[in-house]
């Protein structure tokens, strides 16, 4: 498994694909954090947002990379759960790459202030529900690009469709006063907590929805390929 994560990152990094999503994080962020300064907390949560589409993309074209015919030859030779989990890890891996740039950027940027009124958390914690918001938001980008792989769909087509479609269903279900707010993930009610000062409740409720639907969607995934295989 872990030769199989290896071999999938150096090919991803190798073939270039790796820059277009570390490209567009970096675009997308600087813009986002160019419009002023914001509280620690309160700008990584949207910032979370932002990259959800991004880690979900670089998923996809990660696991996209490894053409057909030596995906079926790492399942015959290392077995199928090896080789998706190695897929999986390498997608984990490289999306945890891009956590550190979004938590420094907005400094080098000018985006994120100290506190200003009573109330407002200190720079550790919001430092701390940064790292919460981005590594939550991580797993279930992963499992909906994973899902929207050429390995899960049978055409590029419906792939795309995959990804747009829970990119913006995402957001849609995930509005405040949607009235079916579990059959997305929680990307957009981290950020509210983010902003409003997430409690031990909220930051358990929303730890455990992101990893039920993360679950959930993977073992989607693993039922796709087994169709496809």
């Known amino acids: 498994m872990t030769a199989l994560a290896r071999m999938r990152l150096a090919g991803f990094v190798r073939t270039a694909r790796a820059l277009p999503p570390l490209i567009t994080g970096l675009v997308a962020l600087s813009v986002l954090y160019g419009g002023g300064a914001a509280q620690a907390a309160e700008a990584y949560g949207v910032s979370a947002v932002v990259l959800f589409p991004v880690l979900a993309w670089q998923t996809k074209l990660l696991l996209d990379t490894e053409p057909d015919i030596q995906r079926r030859l790492a399942v015959v030779a290392a077995g199928r759960r090896a080789e998706l989990t190695g ?31 009573p109330g407002d958390l200190p720079i ?24 929207a792989s050429r390995a899960a769909t049978s055409s590029p087509l419906y792939g ?15 509005l405040k006063d ?40 993977l073992a989607g995934y693993a039922w796709l390929r087994r169709r496809r295989t």
């Open 87 to 117: 897929g999986l890890v390498a997608a984990l891996l490289a999306g945890l790459a891009l956590v550190p740039i979004a938590l420094v950027l907005p400094w080098l940027v000018g985006g994120v202030t100290g506190p200003e009124r």
């Open 124 to 147: 550790g914690l919001g430092l701390a529900v940064g790292l919460w918001a981005h590594l939550l938001v991580l797993p279930v980008a992963v499992a909906l690009g994973a899902l």
């Open 160 to 174: 795309l469709t995959a990804l747009v479609g829970g990119v913006v269903g995402a957001y849609v279900f995930g």
């Open 178 to 217: 949607s009235v079916l707010p579990w059959i997305a993930p929680p990307v957009l009610a981290t950020a509210r907590v983010s902003t409003g000062g997430p409690t031990g409740w909220s930051v358990a409720l929303l730890t455990g929805h992101a990893l039920l639907w993360s679950a959930l969607a």
